[in-house]
């Protein structure tokens, strides 16, 4: 590890320095959501939680999301995904934990939103799944990585339309298990959401295999 570092040092994604992925003059930048949203209707809602006329049998009751896709947590987050800096998680997991809000219910199992077996193959890892690891670890909530899985190798949702994206996503995600999903409580965790279409595709999935609640926990939005 300590040669490593030597080797290939952790630079700033942001201004270059030496040290860390995000340096102390870099980290004030970060631009923290202070008002969450509904996960089902994209408006502002208190606390992250469904609106009551929101709410659905297989819909999300609540997300939370850490701060904005935008400046060093955007610059992050491609790092992480495209140029495969697996070691990078271990600080965008602790943004999420140093954020994480109360109001979210207890949870009993994280599941990160998978990757299609192909595309994790390509990069290496699920970065999903990476930043679960590391934040149930803090948490000491178990996470579980082989439960929910994607069927269909889709195109990437950033390069759609809003409406592209809902048909995009359709008939994506299955359940390979119901028994540790009934009655319990989840946290859907993901790097990224825009439209929340993935999301709410992956929770509607796990409700239908008796999953009680679902909560989105996101890095970054927008
Ligand atoms: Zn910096
Ligand atoms: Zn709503």
Known sequence: MILL?????????????????????CFPKIKFIQH??????????IDGITHPYCRGRYRMDGMFAACHYQGVIKQAIHLLKYRQVSDLVTEL?????ESYPKTIPKLDLLIPV??????????GFNQSFLLAKSLGKKLGIPVKNNILKRIRYTKPQADLKREKRLDNIKNVFVC??????RGKTIGL??????????????????????????????????
């Open 5 to 25: 570092d030597l080797l290939f040092p952790r630079r700033c994604v942001s201004c270059g320095r030496i040290g860390k992925y995000i340096c102390s003059r």
């Open 36 to 45: 969450q949203l509904c996960p089902v209707c994209t408006k502002s809602a």
């Open 93 to 97: 997991s602790l943004l999420l934990f």
């Open 114 to 123: 998978p990757l299609h077996a192909r595309r994790e193959k390509e990069r």
């Open 176 to 181: 390979s298990q119901n028994g540790p999903l």
């Open 189 to 222: 965790v993901d790097d990224v959401a825009t439209t929340f279409a993935t999301i709410n595709e992956c929770a509607s999935v796990l409700k239908q295999a008796g999953a009680k609640k679902v909560w989105g926990i996101v890095l970054a939005h927008g």
